[in-house]
């Protein structure tokens, strides 16, 4: 039996509806873009940060599925998206034919991506935060209004750009941001995203790393 990889489930059609519907949810209650781009671009810095640290070609795909499929459990219900997703997850793949033991791994990173008080408890888990919570950037705002916006929707709507560098040898993950400060100071940024850069530190401290933030060029963290 061929191994089920990315583009399977990409092309799978419950998938790309889930994704779809989950997006609709979001912006029913005001949230920023939740569809493809942000599916593709967190499965792409999962993977991305597995092969830094050179991780088995394997892991590194189902890095990238889990990142793809992190927040499918919008599409049923917000509040409990992760668990939700952990249990779409493992009916589409268990579906597409993926054993139970990828499976599995899979459904912990989904379920618990919004874990912010631990250290993730793979280097799957710890790859899908970091794809999922280093998204910050003006495209996944659904107005370009600066009225009538709270906080979080300024801050991302000041983010012109957003990278994250892994550096194995120097044991370094990095968020490399650059934001408007017409539109939002730092210290705003800071106020709202406290919450995730301590998420963030944890799942660089699984790799045994150091979070670090730079904002317009000068290091924070």
Same mark, same amino acid.
């Given at each position: 039996m061929a191994e089920i990889v990315l583009t399977d489930v990409m092309h799978d059609e419950c998938v790309k509806m889930f994704l779809n519907l989950a997006d609709k949810s979001f912006a029913a209650i005001g949230y920023k873009e939740h569809g493809l781009r942000h599916a593709k671009l967190s499965s792409a810095i999962a993977g991305n940060v597995l092969s830094h640290?050179?991780?088995?070609?394997?892991?590194?795909e189902l890095a990238k599925?889990?990142?793809?499929?992190?927040?499918?459990?919008g599409a049923i219900e917000m509040r409990q998206q992760s668990l939700f997703g952990a249990i779409l997850a493992k009916r589409i793949l268990d579906r597409l034919g993926m054993p139970y033991s990828e499976i599995l791994s899979i459904m912990s990173a989904v379920g618990?991506?919004?874990?912010?008080?631990?250290?993730?408890?793979?280097?799957?888990?710890?790859?899908?935060?970091?794809? &999922?919570?280093?998204?910050?950037?003006? !495209?996944?705002?659904? $107005?370009?209004?600066? +009225?009538?916006? =709270?906080?979080?929707?300024?801050?991302?709507?000041?983010?012109?750009?957003?990278?994250?560098?892994? &550096?194995?040898?120097?044991?370094?993950? !990095?968020?490399?941001? $650059?934001?408007?400060? +017409?539109?939002? =100071?730092?210290?705003?940024?800071?106020?709202?995203?406290?919450?995730?850069?301590?998420?963030?530190?944890?799942?660089?401290?699984?790799?045994?790393?150091?979070?670090?933030?730079?904002?317009?060029?000068?290091?924070?963290?």
């Amino acid at each position: 039996m061929a191994e089920i990889v990315l583009t399977d489930v990409m092309h799978d059609e419950c998938v790309k509806m889930f994704l779809n519907l989950a997006d609709k949810s979001f912006a029913a209650i005001g949230y920023k873009e939740h569809g493809l781009r942000h599916a593709k671009l967190s499965s792409a810095i999962a993977g991305n940060v597995l092969s830094h640290f050179n991780f088995p070609k394997r892991d590194i795909e189902l890095a990238k599925i889990a990142g793809y499929l992190h927040d499918i459990g919008g599409a049923i219900e917000m509040r409990q998206q992760s668990l939700f997703g952990a249990i779409l997850a493992k009916r589409i793949l268990d579906r597409l034919g993926m054993p139970y033991s990828e499976i599995l791994s899979i459904m912990s990173a989904v379920g618990s991506h919004e874990e912010k008080d631990i250290i993730p408890n793979s280097q799957i888990t710890a790859a899908v935060v970091l794809g &999922d919570k280093t998204d910050v950037h003006f !495209s996944r705002v659904r $107005t370009r209004s600066r +009225t009538g916006l =709270d906080k979080h929707t300024r801050v991302n709507l000041a983010c012109k750009s957003s990278f994250l560098r892994v &550096d194995a040898k120097k044991k370094t993950i !990095s968020l490399e941001i $650059t934001i408007d400060t +017409t539109i939002v =100071d730092i210290g705003e940024y800071f106020e709202i995203f406290l919450e995730r850069m301590m998420h963030l530190i944890k799942a660089a401290k699984y790799f045994d790393c150091m979070f670090v933030l730079y904002i317009n060029g000068n290091k924070f963290l």
